[in-house]
Structures are given as structure tokens and as C-alpha cells.
């Protein structure tokens, strides 16, 4: 009982509210599925047919400066591409598309 709670407040720990949204980062939800983001962020690419628009979005310059004050990220270390971030709906919509499709190298923790 334990463990689960402190996996709830991990993910819990990584919602932000953006544009009058809670969504996730593409990071924080490649580290959940064990992947780099550069690779959870092609797979993202290649299926973005098959999640609604308004189920994922990439941030502005501005609300990227933003997050990196708040992570306190120096301009030299960390990202040099703008984040995708995810509605509840599409995680949980990739979560299906990318398991679905199986790309090779790309696993889905289950744990």
C-alpha cells in the first residue's frame, strides 16, 4: 500500500497546469515508460494522426523560460527543443497508440 501511494505522488508531482490545463511533460512521461524522451518524442511524431490535437501541445518559448525558472534549468544544461506536454486524455491515448503499436525498441513499463 505503501509503494503505491509514493507512485501516486510522484505522478502527481509532475502535473502542471498550463493554458488552463493540467498536462504532463514529455520528459516526465518517457522517464514512466523507461525511454528517452528523444525516443518517446519520435514515436510521438510518428503518430500524431492518432492523437487529437487538443489532447497534446507543444509549449511556447515563453512557457518553456517559464518552466526552466521554476526548475531553476541553467540555458546551457537541459533541453535545446521546445516540450510537447499531454492532456490526461492523451497520455493516456499514446499510452495505447505507441503499446499498440509496438514500434521495436520501445516498451511500455507496466510496473
Not at 17 to 26: A, E, P, Q, S, T
Not at 36 to 46: D, I, L
Not at 50 to 70: G, I, K
Given at each position: ?8 505522488e510522484a ?63 541553467s540555458r ?31 516498451k511500455i513499463?507496466?510496473?
Amino acid at each position: 500500500m505503501k509503494k503505491a501511494i509514493g507512485k501516486d505522488e510522484a505522478i502527481i508531482s509532475r502535473i502542471y497546469f498550463i493554458r488552463g490545463r493540467k498536462v504532463m511533460l514529455d520528459s516526465d512521461l518517457a522517464e514512466i515508460y523507461g525511454v528517452t524522451t528523444a525516443r518517446y518524442n519520435q514515436q510521438v511524431r510518428r503518430n500524431l494522426d492518432r492523437v487529437p490535437p487538443d489532447f497534446m501541445f507543444e509549449l511556447t518559448y515563453e512557457e518553456t523560460q517559464n518552466l526552466m525558472l521554476q526548475f531553476a534549468t541553467s540555458r546551457w544544461g537541459g533541453r535545446r527543443k521546445r516540450p510537447f506536454v499531454f492532456t490526461e486524455h492523451g497520455a493516456l491515448m499514446l499510452a495505447s497508440v505507441l503499446s499498440s503499436s509496438n514500434p521495436i525498441g520501445f516498451k511500455i513499463n507496466t510496473q
